[in-house]
């Protein structure tokens, strides 16, 4: 027979903030139904805040992954208000309940909106809007754990990016495969922190927003990632026949345009999203490794455009793109070939997939051979093409680098073109 956890036996802590500016949490109550078995918490906000749940047996976490079916005034943006309700269904997701004698409690956090949590979900489907996202202090919290499908198909899963005023190295000196006229090493500190997708836009998501699926490859396709769009399918029109790109509409510093993918996913989710500039870009993949490392923290050892560390981190040309190494594969090719599905390899250290490798990713910049005098800043300046980066299934190892820098027309729909985004949401 399962164990009730009785009102009784439950120390409840309210966290505080240390700094009494930010937002507070008082008055907490907990309780449970004898019947339903269900946990309810009550408590007061002074301001507005995400709100997010921890339980703790002894004062040690129960891990996120035990608090999950949590509904009401949690995991997400709250009003500031009294008697927010919170219910969470223990006997779902923490079925061994093995907290013997001792106490129980559950420390309830208000994050201000300038310092959000680690993860956000942002829904797009017909049901999503604004203010419908969701937020999570770590991985574990996720709900289904960050590499559950919904986050590939009807899901964005964001991740915070703390780059606000680090110093760090852009370009590189010395890597193999390193183009001397475009990779520059220069000191770059970026003036705010962001999100940025855990995944690449996969084919679903694309069609969620859009309606419309470009890609050329059709087998596998709900979770593979979207390619075959240009920059402008992505910013300045949606590509279809009924929409045409803008000329103007939708260049950077102006918004997307309205018909854009991005502009539809503003739209529908009232979130500042874009494309990540290609300093943000480079210093995501990077995750905190310096040149001669892949994002991961592992040596580069690329010998013969192969690497035996990018093996294990991303798709390319000798790890499954084309066949043997040098056969483009066919559009309707399983996802052994070509395009994986997303977040088939391990991810960086900072929890990102596929920042080496699978497709290109477009950049929101102009491209420029000397990007050194921007400080990291988003080259803006008209041009001719726009960057890409992270190489793709048909590139080489060292095309793969994160310091590695292409460039191409806004409107090239290559097959191995797509994009992850970024958004500034929660983080004012």
């Given amino acids: 027979m399962k164990r009730i956890i009785r009102y009784s036996a439950i120390l409840l802590a309210a966290a505080a903030c240390a700094d009494p500016a930010d937002p507070q949490i008082s008055n907490v109550r907990l309780g449970q139904n004898n019947i339903s078995r269900r946990v309810t918490v009550k408590y007061n906000l002074d301001e507005a805040a995400v709100?997010?749940?921890?339980?703790?047996?002894?004062?040690?976490?129960?891990?996120?992954?035990?608090?999950?079916?949590?509904?009401?005034?949690?995991?997400?943006?709250?009003?500031?208000?009294?008697?927010?309700?919170?219910?969470?269904?223990?006997?779902?997701?923490?079925?061994?309940?093995?907290?013997?004698?001792?106490?129980?409690?559950v420390r309830m956090t208000a994050w201000a909106l300038d310092n959000t949590p680690d993860y956000m979900a942002v829904d797009i489907t017909a049901t999503g809007g604004a203010d419908t996202q969701t937020y999570y202090p770590a991985?574990?919290?996720?709900?289904?754990?960050?590499?559950?499908?919904?986050?590939?198909?009807?899901?964005?899963?964001?991740?915070?990016?703390?780059?606000?005023?680090?110093?760090?190295?852009?370009?590189?000196?010395a890597e193999s495969g390193r183009d001397t006229t475009r990779e520059t090493s220069h000191l770059v500190k970026l003036d705010a922190n962001y999100y940025i997708g855990v995944y690449e836009i996969t084919q679903t998501q694309w069609q969620q927003v859009t309606g419309y699926n470009p890609s050329n490859f059709t087998t596998d396709r709900t979770m593979r990632p979207v390619e075959q769009v240009s920059y402008t399918d992505i910013r300045q029109g949606n590509g279809t026949a009924s929409s045409a790109a803008s000329a103007t509409g939708g260049v950077y510093p102006a918004p997307p345009h309205d018909d854009s993918f991005l502009g539809l996913l503003r739209d529908k989710t009232k979130l500042?999203?874009?494309?990540?500039?290609?300093?943000?870009?480079?210093?995501?993949?990077?995750?905190?490794?310096?040149?001669?490392?892949?994002?991961?923290?592992?040596?580069?050892?690329?010998?013969?455009?192969?690497?035996?560390?990018?093996?294990?981190?991303?798709?390319?040309?000798?790890?499954?793109?084309?066949?043997?190494?040098?056969?483009?594969?066919?559009?309707?090719?399983?996802?052994?070939?070509?395009?994986?599905?997303?977040?088939?390899?391990?991810?960086?250290?900072?929890?990102?997939?596929?920042?080496?490798?699978?497709v290109w990713e477009w950049c929101l910049d102009w491209h420029a051979d000397d990007i050194t005098a921007l400080n990291g800043a988003v080259n803006a300046v008209s041009g001719t093409t726009r960057v890409r980066r992270g190489g793709g299934w048909n590139s080489a190892a060292g095309d793969c680098?994160?310091?590695?820098?292409?460039?191409?027309?806004?409107?090239?729909?290559?097959?191995?073109?797509?994009?992850?985004?970024?958004?500034?949401?929660?983080?004012?």
């Avoid at 997010?52 to 995991?75: E, K, P, R």
């Avoid at 590939?152 to 590189?172: D, F, P, Q, Y």
């Avoid at 309707?332 to 088939?344: D, K, Q």
Wanted: glycine share 14%; charged share 20%; hydrophobic share 35%.
């Fill in 51 to 105: 709100v997010t749940m921890d339980v703790l047996t002894n004062g040690v976490s129960i891990g996120g992954a035990n608090i999950q079916h949590v509904s009401g005034d949690c995991f997400r943006k709250v009003a500031a208000g009294n008697d927010h309700v919170v219910e969470w269904d223990p006997y779902l997701s923490w079925p061994d309940q093995k907290f013997g004698a001792g106490v129980v409690s």
């Fill in 139 to 173: 991985a574990d919290f996720v709900p289904g754990g960050v590499t559950n499908g919904i986050y590939k198909t009807t899901k964005l899963l964001m991740r915070k990016i703390m780059a606000k005023g680090v110093e760090w190295t852009m370009g590189s000196v």
């Fill in 272 to 358: 500042d999203f874009d494309l990540p500039s290609e300093a943000q870009w480079e210093f995501a993949a990077r995750a905190g490794n310096g040149e001669g490392y892949w994002g991961d923290g592992s040596a580069m050892r690329i010998s013969s455009k192969k690497d035996a560390g990018l093996d294990l981190l991303g798709r390319y040309q000798y790890n499954g793109g084309n066949i043997g190494g040098t056969t483009t594969p066919a559009a309707n090719c399983e996802a052994t070939n070509g395009t994986a599905i997303v977040g088939s390899y391990l991810p960086n250290a900072w929890g990102l997939y596929d920042m080496h490798g699978n």
């Fill in 401 to 428: 680098r994160a310091a590695f820098r292409r460039d191409d027309s806004p409107t090239s729909r290559g097959i191995n073109r797509g994009f992850r985004v970024l958004c500034s949401a929660g983080l004012q």
